[in-house]
């Protein structure tokens, strides 16, 4: 993983060197937004490339437009949240903010140009980067508009939305280093599973251990709360109740009591477990080990201790 890790410095290299230079301001935006750690997802791209047997520098463009897209996003989701400090949006406004987000979006296709790739190579990843983003668009519309009301609705969501970013990091990643069609699909397969498993615990920590405002407080309805609306339980007409009169905000403590009482963490972790079964299994056919464990050490580790995890509530003795 180091060694991959050591080429951070020529995609963040890439990224700033394709912003235009008469735009001072953005590169003071970009700039500080850099001095932050890479994104973890950075990684993806060039591990996928080598686990197919390719040369993961090969991919830094790819990750570079990887990171503006996932950049992009972020400053997106941020101004429909508004849920944690030290958001851009609260710097220069939600205005600027939008239209530093459209500036970035394009700048991830700036740095896609650029990349020293066949041109067939380059229009099958540049059409992945522009289905994506349509898939990802449409995931946070149906979050915007409340479409999410079952486990079903949930998962077409989150497929849209989360899984298609890692599904595209790992898949375009691949793509640089193989033409082989089945060793693209695996990567991706286990990208899809990985943005699952990803989505599950952050919606697990949105409510138990929050960066900002929780999920229940903002209203929101996600996985945690959709399990405990479809479970057999004798709080369930209450909280059904609470969810139909849109009290979710008002009644936060309360629900989240109702799930901690009906151990809604512990179907948590075993959904994403069951997620990070399926992305390792689906890369097995991977060619390259040192690539291949880079990926597997990626979805293993984000897990850290399932103890803590699973650590009961204060004052929970059960």
Known sequence: MNSLKSLYPEIREVFQNSIPNFW????????????????????LPLASCQAVDGEAKEAIHVCAALLALGLCLRILDDLEDQDRDGQLWKEVGATRAWN?????????????????????IFHKINQS???????????????????????????LTVEMKSAGFVATACATGAMVGTDNPELIQSCGVFGHHLGLALQILNDMESIWQPDGITDLKQGKITLPLLYGLESHHSERDELLSLVTDNEIA????????????????????WAALKEREQALEAIKICPNAEGREVLESYITGMFGDIDLLLEKPEGDKT
């Not at 001072?24 to 990684?43: G, R």
């Not at 700036?110 to 790739?117: P, Q, T, V």
Request: avoid cysteine; hydrophobic fraction near 45%; charge should be negative.
């Open 24 to 43: 001072t301001e953005l590169k003071v935006v970009l700039a500080k937004l850099f001095e932050e750690p890479m994104i973890p997802e950075a990684i």
């Open 100 to 120: 530093y987000a459209s500036a970035i979006h394009i700048l991830s296709f700036e740095i896609l140009s650029k990349a020293s790739l066949e041109p067939k």
């Open 129 to 155: 980067y522009i289905d994506a983003f349509f898939r990802i668009s449409v995931g946070q519309d149906r979050e915007l508009v409340g479409t999410t009301r079952t486990v079903e609705d949930y998962w």
């Open 250 to 269: 008002t009644h936060a403590e309360r629900i989240k009591e109702i799930l901690d009482k009906i151990d809604t963490k512990s179907f948590l972790i």
